[in-house]
């Protein structure tokens, strides 16, 4: 019999806490499980938000993780829509919105992230962000009753959403304070490949300026206006300027936080108390680092690290890290951690035939490698270079689409 805590309360249902729970009952765990989470939604996957279903190529139920005789085969107790407002690390106590306090003898902590705003936001209709089920229902809805958005950020998110919204043949304007897209997170060389794709595709850029205010007109978001003064005309706009780590509700819990729950190497926030997912920071041994990963591969393989620890495993996570995007008919997987710093060169293939490998070295190693409509020879070379990853880095945050 595999040793066990005697409850395990998972709090946050989406694909870090059920890859929690499911990982639990595969390797042994019989003991009682609770999932707490916010949403009305059974579990749903949230690549596909801002391409199949923001697009209308799948109905939202497709998203759906798992059937519910999958769900009610974990033996678990799902409480759904119940926000969690307060915790205590020590008692390992959770206590919801509703006042309902729940308890377990191990907590993992799930809660992702909320997408960042501007100020009054709320009082304008017409105006977005893109995490949830019914935020991409709500899109949708919008880009089919007008013919111009605004996307406000060249990160992943930003990027995706406006190749899906171009894909219906809505007028598409992305303004972001970068001087290519995604270059923070695949630095200049195929950050402007990217740029000269989406320009290519119809998408009319504003790069390198801020944005200063929302127009409005009616009770109605109108267009964004620029400190340059030009004003962007819109039907819809989509905010895409990052997110933050759901923590709020941690605040006096005794846990420590930074740059979301703050976990030794084990994903280990306190005795008993784990953190998953995107709001999970941790020491990675190998780059000797702290990282927090936003993306839907590590919400998986983190998930298999902390379930086993919670069994006693006492296994570190060491992970190279990785995401993917698809935009158009291009689709980028990226391996380990490029940074625009990093020097990038063509190791296989030729941009100008849509198909490569880029390297990326920095200070003497290899850091990442990035494959676009090339898989195969990217995992190849993720394989020969990545294996051991250099150690000493600063801490950082590796951000992807939703």
């Known amino acids: 019999m595999v040793s066990h805590p005697g409850k395990v309360v998972i709090v946050g249902g989406s694909s870090a806490g059920l890859a929690t729970a499911e990982a639990l009952r595969r390797q042994g765990y019989e003991g009682a499980l609770t999932l707490l989470d916010a949403e009305r939604h059974l579990p749903y996957d949230r690549p596909p938000l801002s391409k199949q279903v923001l697009t209308g190529a799948w109905d939202p139920s497709r998203t759906q993780l798992r059937s519910p005789e999958h769900l009610a085969s974990l033996d678990a107790e799902f409480i759904r829509a119940e926000p969690a407002v307060m915790c205590d690390a020590g008692e390992r ?3 919801t ?6 308890r377990g003898d191990a907590l993992v902590i799930a809660t992702g992230l909320r997408p960042r705003t501007l100020p009054d936001q709320d009082e304008l209709a017409g105006i977005h962000v893109l995490r949830t089920l019914d935020d991409a229902v709500a899109l949708r809805r919008d880009l089919a009753a007008g013919r111009r958005l605004v996307v406000v950020g060249e990160g992943v998110l930003g990027a995706e959403i406006a190749a899906s919204a171009r894909g219906m043949g809505v007028e598409v304007t ?3 304070f970068g001087s290519v897209l995604l270059g923070s ?3 200049g060389m195929v950050g402007d490949l990217l740029t000269r794709l989406h320009t290519e595709r119809g998408v009319d850029l504003r790069l390198g300026v801020a944005v200063e205010a929302l127009a409005e007109g009616g009770g109605r978001v109108c267009g964004v206006r620029l400190v340059s003064g030009e004003v962007l005309p819109a039907d819809a706009v989509v905010l895409a300027i990052g997110a933050r780590p759901v923590t709020e509700w941690l605040e006096g819990s005794g846990l420590t936080l930074g740059d979301g729950v703050e976990c030794d190497a084990y994903c280990r926030a306190a005795p008993g108390v ?6 999970a920071s941790w020491h990675h041994e190998r780059l000797g680092r702290r990282l927090r990963l936003e993306n839907r591969t590590n919400a998986t393989e983190q998930a298999q690290t902390v379930a086993a620890n919670l069994l006693g495993a006492e296994r570190p996570y060491i992970p190279t890290p990785y995401f993917w995007t698809d935009q158009y008919d291009a689709k980028l997987q990226v391996h380990g951690l490029p940074t625009p710093a990093a020097e990038a060169r063509i190791a ?6 849509g198909r490569f490998v880029a390297v990326y070295r920095e200070h003497g190693g290899v850091t990442g490698v990035l494959g676009w409509n090339m898989p195969k020879q990217a995992r190849l070379l993720r394989q020969k270079h990545l294996a051991a990853p250099r ?12």
Do not use: C, M, N
């Open 93 to 95: 106590a959770v206590t």
């Open 174 to 176: 992305l303004a972001g």
């Open 391 to 402: 150690v000493g880095q600063p801490a950082a945050t590796v951000r992807s689409a939703p």
């Open 348 to 353: 296989e293939g030729d941009p100008s035939q």
């Open 97 to 102: 919105d509703t006042g309902r306090v729940v």
């Open 185 to 187: 997170q695949v630095g």
């Open 274 to 279: 784990y953190a998953v997912g995107d709001a």
